[in-house]
């Protein structure tokens, strides 16, 4: 086999890998007791993933749910479901897995409006702003201290992580992300992904997690063009596509006008 068709062939098969497990996580990925995914468009609808153990629920939201281990997952899973169901978000899939002796759960939501999602009670801590001014749009979420918790919580280990990633649809023009426990700025991940990480003790005793640029506390920011970049590649590639056609219907019009312009062979004389 040449060596060329075995590079494709090996090509082939890590791909086939990857897309089989694109949905198992990385064990060297940092665990986090709470944690939210959220992607939004421009016109401010979203999906929002939640993936949180179940006493981080308790601690940070006030949910009251059952963090025995003996319960059955269907039963969290619907009580889950009766918390996080509201007219402002669609409960889609919720999956529930241990790890070190505690029960977690993720939950898939579909958000109309990201602005509206603080009128559910989950989110109820928090306050999302998308707004557009000029060539650019502004998205801020403002955190508040978590209430006390209704149920006694069990004693954290001190380095237990919540973090908040953010997908947003357009190219970033400033951000306010840091690493964990203040540290520097963080740079977005693949072009346009922003994370905030904070210790889960901090975020209880409502510590800021960040300043937004007109140093408000506990602000996570982010100003972005406000044409997507999904409109920009669709545009380009039409441009390419267009491109193509045009350079093609040349060709063949050259090669047309060639096979006109040559001159006939005689014909042989009988």
Known sequence: MHSRTRTALAAIVLAAIAA??????????TEYEYEEDLTISMDGSATLVVNASVV?????????????????????RDEVRARYESPYATVGRISSWTRRGRR??????????IRSLPKAAPFSWAKYE?????????FRQTLSKPPAPAVPMPAWRGDEIVAFRL???????????RYLDGGESRPASRGNILTWEQRLQQRLEGKPI??????????MEARMDRESILYRTLWLFGIAFSAAL????????????????EPEEPTAAH
Request: hydrophobic share 45%; aromatic share 4%; glycine share 8%.
């Open 210 to 219: 960040a300043y937004a640029e007109d140093r408000t506390p506990d602000v």
């Open 130 to 138: 998308l707004t557009a001014e000029g060539d650019q749009v502004t």
């Open 56 to 76: 981080a629920l308790d601690a940070l939201r006030g949910l009251s749910l059952n963090p025995d281990l003996a319960e059955r997952a269907d039963q969290l």
């Open 104 to 113: 977690f759960v993720g939950i898939r939501l579909r958000v109309p409006d």
């Open 246 to 261: 045009l350079v093609l219907a040349g060709l063949i019009w050259l090669t047309m006008r060639r096979g006109r312009d």
């Open 167 to 177: 997908h947003l649809p357009a190219r970033i023009r400033f951000q306010n992300s």
């Open 20 to 29: 089989a497990c694109g949905g198992v996580r990385n064990p060297l990925a």
